[in-house]
């Protein structure tokens, strides 16, 4: 089964870390641009540091399955690594929006203690809830009971995060908006791509949990929603 997979995963994988370099080198340069012009704020590092470490898992994953076909043994530390490393990717990438939402950088430029609190209670369980689901994926997790991973409670804990996160972001962007409405096109935008950012990955785990797909397309809805919202 390894062989087939692996060819499956590889043609994947290998332009997915080749994009996400091209993304990186651009969006430093861009940043070294902005810094000259003392522009570079608080959101486009969040940007940065959640294309590294998505950068980085995925070529983690990319080493534990080259590691698989060639020597036959899974590269067990690297596949964590990476898996937590995407997690904190998604979890950063995920704080950008709702920083964005609450007009951190756009309309403001200081948050309210409250603000402050609830995103490091939201940082703080969400990542206590991916060590989690890593930990349950390496100890627990059997493949001929279980077909997604999320089909646990640290997923579904997961699952209930991003749909609250999603109800602030849209709660949040219409306050925003009302306070200030030259922005309304800006936030416009922001809504219809950010709300696609927040409900895709639970409404691929429900397609999951439903009729079951194989890992392959998960690799691939996940990989190109992640690549299309970077550019």
């Known amino acids: 089964m390894y062989p087939f997979f692996i060819l499956d995963i590889l043609p ?60 036959g043994m899974s590269a067990l530390n690297a596949y964590l690594l990476g898996q937590l490393l ?7 990438y995920t704080v950008l929006m709702l920083l964005l939402a609450l007009g951190y950088t756009v309309t403001k430029s200081v948050l309210t203690a409250s603000q402050i609190r609830w995103l490091i209670l939201f940082v703080s369980i969400t990542g206590l809830c991916q060590m989690s689901l890593c930990i349950y994926q390496f100890e627990a997790f059997d493949p001929g009971l279980v077909l997604y991973i999320y089909e646990s409670l640290p997923g579904y804990i997961l699952i209930a995060l991003k749909l609250i996160a999603w109800l602030v972001f ?38 999951h949990i439903k009729n079951c797909f194989k890992q392959k397309l998960s690799k691939i809805i996940l990989f190109e929603i992640i690549v299309y919202y970077n550019l």
Not at 86 to 92: F, M, V
Not at 186 to 203: A, K, M, N, R, T
């Open 12 to 71: 994947l994988l290998i332009p997915t870390v080749c994009l996400y370099t091209i993304f990186l080198i651009l969006s430093l340069y861009i940043a070294l641009q902005l810094r000259s012009r003392r522009l570079l704020h608080i959101s486009y590092k969040l940007f940065i540091a959640s294309l590294l470490c998505q950068l980085l898992g995925v070529s983690c994953e990319l080493y534990n399955y080259i590691n698989l076909g060639l020597t």
């Open 170 to 207: 849209v709660t949040r962007c219409f306050k925003t908006v009302r306070k200030l409405h030259v922005k309304l096109h800006f936030y416009s935008s922001l809504l219809f791509l950010g709300s696609v950012w927040f409900l895709f990955h639970p409404l691929t785990v429900r397609i």
């Open 86 to 92: 995407e997690a904190c990717s998604e979890t950063l």
